[in-house]
Structure formats: C-alpha cells, structure tokens
C-alpha cells in the first residue's frame, strides 16, 4: 500500500498527490483531480501564492471518488452523496445509497471516520433521521424538545440525541413523561458547567475522562438513594 502524503507541513502539492494516487489508480491524472476539485468533491486547502495544499483526509477523499468509479461505476452525483452521508457520520451501502437512519448502529459502536476515508466526522442527523433512528413519534420528539432535553446543533442532531430520545422512550413505557425528566437536565447542566470550569471551554480528552467519571457518578448516587 502506498503511503500517504505528510500533511504535517501544510499539505502536499498536488504533484505529491498524483504520485500517491497513481499506486492505485494508473489513469489518474492532474486534470483529472482538478476536475474533482471543480465539482466540490474535494476541497483542499490554499496558500498565499494561490497553490493547493491537500491534507492526508483529502488525499482519503480522492481515493474514496476514485475507487467508487472504477469498482462501482457511480456517477459523480451518487458519489457526492455519499460524501455527504459520510460527512455526516452515515455509512454508504453496497447498494449506492446512503444509509437509511433505521440501519444506524448504537451510538457508542459508530464506526470511527477513518473506516470511511474520512477524518474528523461526527453523526449529524436531520429530525426525520434522528426519529427513525431512536424509534420515536414526531409528538415525542417535539416535546422533548419543548423541555431543553434534546437541542438541535445547528440544523442537526449529534449521537447522543439518539440516546437520550431512546431512553425517554424507555421511560414513557413505565409511564414517566418528558416533563418529569427535567432534573436529568438541570443536573446536566449543573454537572457540564462544573467540569467545564476545571477543563476550560474547549473539549478535550480530559473533558471526555470527566464526563464518563461524572455519568458513573451521577449513576451511583442514583443507586445508593434508591429503597434497598
């Protein structure tokens, strides 16, 4: 297998890519990964002086369009779809089709980017998603919603939204309804802003060590309150 590039210093040119690519896929050309570039299926980065500088996930990308060509003959458009998906934490099917929500994995077993050629990605599912992934009625969705305890970033929602609309469900079955839940919230926040004041605002890995030491135990004072 070839190496990849060494993005460390700002990238590599697109001659350094070609070179890398050309390992795989012989046909490859310069006219070839600029005509890719021109319909936004990669984006690399430029300098002052106007050069590309493609980082080792856009040399990842390129491989993902090219091998989708020659092994799956999918036109640009279904492969620019798949990207997206990708983008947004979803794996692509055989089929050529982007994973339906209903076939997402639980949250904790995601896939990391990197089995999809693509670096940094986390799951963002629009509302529709969101609800076939956790099972969950528009009423249901709505009213969580009406309560903070599920928030959209932006125009998605991330993993977690998953687990939390699951185990609202759980509970509307033993007949506890979102309204009720509001203390999981509070403590949230309360818990979230304590750790925040010792890591700082930026997550990090250690914000991610506190958050699992918070959830066990936030989960043993639950227990340890509860009639033996």
């Not at 529709?128 to 998605?156: C, P, T």
């Amino acid at each position: 297998m070839a190496s990849k590039p060494d993005a460390g210093a700002g990238g590599s040119s697109i001659g350094e890519v070609l070179q890398v690519l050309r390992a795989e896929f012989a046909d490859v050309t310069i006219s070839k990964i600029r005509f890719l570039e021109a319909e936004g299926l990669v984006t690399p980065a430029r300098t002052a002086s106007g050069y590309r500088k493609f980082s080792a996930a856009d040399v990842d990308r390129l491989r993902y369009v090219l091998t989708a060509q020659r092994d799956q003959y999918l036109p640009l458009k279904v492969i620019k779809e798949h990207l997206a998906a990708i983008d947004r934490g979803l794996r692509p099917t055989p089929g050529g089709r982007p994973a339906a929500p209903e076939q997402l994995p639980e949250p904790a077993g995601l896939p990391a980017a990197e089995d999809f050629g693509v670096h940094g990605t986390e799951l963002k599912l629009t509302r529709d998603e969101l609800r076939a992934a956790a099972g969950i009625s528009a009423e249901l969705l709505a009213e969580l919603e009406s309560h903070s305890l599920l928030v959209a970033r932006g125009n998605h929602y991330d993993g977690d939204a998953i687990l939390i609309a699951r185990a609202a469900a759980e509970f509307g079955r033993h007949g506890v309804e979102p309204r009720h839940l509001r203390p999981f919230r509070t403590a949230a926040d309360r818990e979230a802003g304590l750790i925040e004041q010792v890591t700082g605002p930026r997550r990090t890995e250690r914000t991610e060590e506190l958050a699992a030491l918070a959830v066990r135990l936030h989960a043993a004072l639950v227990r340890a309150r509860l009639p033996r």
